[in-house]
C-alpha cells in the first residue's frame, strides 16, 4: 500500500523488546504491507546503532534526528517517506494481528477531504485492583482524539502545515496542535477499525510532578488556537486555576510566617488563615486521587506528597510558558537559520584553535535567543581550511565550536568545511554541500531555511542551495558583495528582525 510507517524512539532500554515486537507485528505481518517502516533515532548522541530484528526481508530503515523530542523526530520520519500517506506509531505501542491488513482498508478509498485516520487505541487494565493515578491518566489515551500512538495523516497534508510543530518538545499537545490546523484548514479526520494495545509504562515517584510541563505546552495551544482550544481538542477543562489559589495560600502563608514568629496577632491570624486555606485545598485534591486509587500504603504516600508539591510545580510551569510563548505565532513549518562562524557569531581570529581565544559578536546570545524562542531551529557552516593546511586539526574545531555553545547557548547542527579551496569538494562555501546536509539534519527544506554570514561566499551559498541569504557585513565585508547582496541587515539583530518578519528587504 502507499503508506509509510514512521516509529521515532529514544532508545529506551526497557522498551527495546517491545519495539522489537512491534517491527516484527508490522514487518512480518500478513500482506498487504506498508512502503516501509521509517525508525526515527531521536537520541541526542550519536551512538551505536540502534540493534533491530531480523524483518525477513522486508524494509525497514533508520534515521537520526538530533534529539529535538518526537515532534521533530516526526518530521524527519514524513519527509524522508515518499507515499500518499504516513501513519505515525508510538514505540511502545502492541498492535493486533492483522493491524496491516486493517490499515489498508482504513486508508482505501478515503474522499481527498480526508487527511487523516486515527486507530482504536486500548489502554489494559491492572488484574485484580484498582488502578492508581498514573495508570488513570494513561487510561485516558484511549478516549483521546488524533493521538499518535496510531494516527495516519496524508504527506500533502503534512507539507501544507509544515507538519508537527517542533516547539512541542514532550510527547504532548503536538498531536492535538496539528488536528486542530488541520481542521481548521478545512479537511476532515476519521477514525477507523484497526487497533493498537498501549501498556503502561513503569513511573517513578515523581512523574505526576513532572507531568506539570505540560502547563508550558497548554500556553502555546492558547497563544495559537485560542481560549475555546479544549474543547475543539476533546480536552476536558483542567484544574489550572484550583492550582493558583492553592499555591496563592501557600506563599501567603510563608510571607506571614516572619510576622507570627514575632508575635504580631495580625500576623497570626493571617498566617493561620493562609495555612489553613492550603491545607484545605491540598488534602480535598490529594482526596480526589485517592479515592479512586487502589489506596496502597505507596500509592496514599505518593498522591499525600505530590498533592502539595503539584499546585507550585503547575504554576511555575505555567510562568515559564506565558514568557517563553509570550509572542508566539502559528507554525508554519521547522524554520531553520544557519549562521557562518568567524565574524559573523564570533570575533574571528584566523585558523583559531584555542577555546579561550572565543568572543561573542555583539548581540549574538541576544539574536540566537530570540530565535530559539519562536521555535526556530539554528546551525552553523563555517569554512575552515585551517585543518587542511595544517595549521589547526579537527579536534581544534570542535574544541572551539565547544565554547562557542558554551557561550552562546545550543546549536542544533554544525557542519564545517576542513579542506582547502583548491580541494574540489561540494562543502566548501561557496558551494552549498554544509547547508543542505545541515537542512536535511533539521528535516527541513532549504526553501525553510535563512543562511545569515558576513562575506558573498556566505549568501552565494545559500542562493546555490535553494536557501534565503542574509548579509551582515563588517570591515572586511568588499563593497562589491554588499552589492550584490539581495538582504543586508547592519548588524545580527536586525537580521533576525527580518527572518521573524518574514519579509526580503534590502
Excluded at 390 to 406: L, Q
Amino acid at each position: 500500500m502507499s503508506c509509510t510507517v514512521v516509529i521515532p524512539t529514544i532508545g529506551r532500554p526497557s522498551l527495546r523488546s517491545v519495539l522489537d515486537a512491534l517491527l516484527d507485528s508490522i514487518a512480518g505481518g500478513p500482506e498487504p504491507a506498508p512502503h516501509e517502516i521509517i525508525v526515527v533515532d531521536d537520541r541526542p548522541a550519536h551512538g551505536a546503532p540502534l540493534p533491530l530484528p531480523d524483518t525477513g526481508g522486508r524494509r525497514v530503515r533508520v534515521i537520526r534526528s538530533g534529539g529535538r523530542g518526537p515532534a521533530a523526530a516526526r518530521n524527519a520520519g514524513w519527509r524522508d517517506a515518499a507515499t500518499e500517506w504516513v501513519a505515525f506509531l508510538d514505540d511502545d505501542v502492541v498492535p493486533d494481528p492483522g493491524w496491516t491488513q486493517r490499515l489498508a482498508a482504513d486508508l482505501a478509498g478515503l474522499p481527498p477531504k480526508v487527511a487523516g485516520s486515527q486507530g482504536r487505541v486500548t489502554v489494559p487494565p491492572p488484574d485484580g485492583r484498582r488502578l492508581t493515578d498514573w495508570e488513570r491518566n494513561t487510561a485516558g489515551l484511549a478516549a483521546a482524539e488524533w493521538i499518535t500512538a496510531d494516527m495516519a495523516y496524508r504527506r500533502g497534508v503534512l507539507a501544507e502545515l509544515g507538519g508537527f510543530d517542533e516547539r512541542f518538545r514532550r510527547a504532548y499537545r503536538e498531536d492535538a496542535d496539528l488536528a486542530l490546523r488541520a481542521l481548521a484548514a478545512g479537511h476532515d479526520l476519521v477514525r477507523g477499525e484497526r487497533h493498537v494495545t498501549h501498556p503502561v509504562r513503569p513511573a517513578g515517584f515523581w512523574a505526576s510532578v513532572r507531568a506539570q510541563a505540560g502547563n508550558a505546552d497548554d500556553v502555546l495551544m492558547w497563544r495559537i488556537h485560542g481560549a475555546g482550544w479544549r474543547a475543539r481538542a476533546g480536552e476536558a477543562r483542567g484544574l489550572l486555576r484550583r492550582h493558583v489559589l492553592t499555591a496563592a495560600a501557600g506563599t501567603a502563608a510563608l510571607a506571614a510566617a516572619p510576622a507570627a514568629l514575632r508575635g504580631s496577632g495580625t500576623g497570626t491570624a493571617a498566617a493561620a488563615l493562609a495555612a489553613g486555606a492550603w491545607a484545605v485545598s491540598t488534602a480535598r485534591f490529594a482526596f480526589e486521587r485517592i479515592r479512586p486509587g487502589p489506596r496502597t500504603p505507596g500509592e496514599v504516600l505518593k498522591m499525600a506528597v505530590t498533592s502539595a508539591v503539584i499546585p507550585p510545580a503547575a504554576v511555575g510551569h505555567r510562568i515559564r510558558g506565558l514568557l517563553a510563548h509570550r509572542d508566539a505565532r502559528p507554525w508554519a513549518g521547522p524554520w531553520v537559520v544557519l549562521f557562518d562562524r568567524d565574524d559573523t557569531l564570533i570575533r574571528d581570529v584566523p585558523y583559531n584553535g584555542d577555546p579561550a581565544l572565543v568572543e561573542p559578536m555583539p548581540g549574538a546570545r541576544r539574536a540566537l535567543d530570540r530565535l530559539r524562542r519562536h521555535g526556530v531551529r539554528i546551525g552553523v557552516v563555517s569554512n575552515q581550511s585551517g585543518v587542511a593546511k595544517g595549521r589547526i586539526t579537527v579536534r581544534d574545531v570542535r574544541r572551539v565550536n565547544a565554547r562557542v555553545e558554551e557561550l552562546l547557548g545550543r546549536i542544533d547542527v554544525w557542519e564545517f568545511c576542513p579542506h582547502d579551496g583548491g580541494d574540489g569538494c561540494d562543502c566548501r562555501k561557496p558551494r552549498p554541500g554544509m547547508i543542505v546536509r545541515a537542512v536535511r539534519r533539521l528535516g527541513a527544506l532549504p526553501a525553510d531555511c535563512a543562511v545569515i554570514g558576513d562575506i558573498g561566499r556566505d549568501i552565494e551559498a545559500a542562493a546555490a542551495a535553494g536557501a534565503r541569504g542574509i548579509l551582515v557585513p563588517t570591515v572586511r565585508t568588499r563593497p562589491a558583495e554588499i552589492a550584490r547582496a539581495l538582504e543586508t541587515a547592519p548588524n545580527l539583530g536586525a537580521a533576525v528582525d527580518l527572518v521573524l518578519g518574514g519579509r526580503r528587504a534590502r
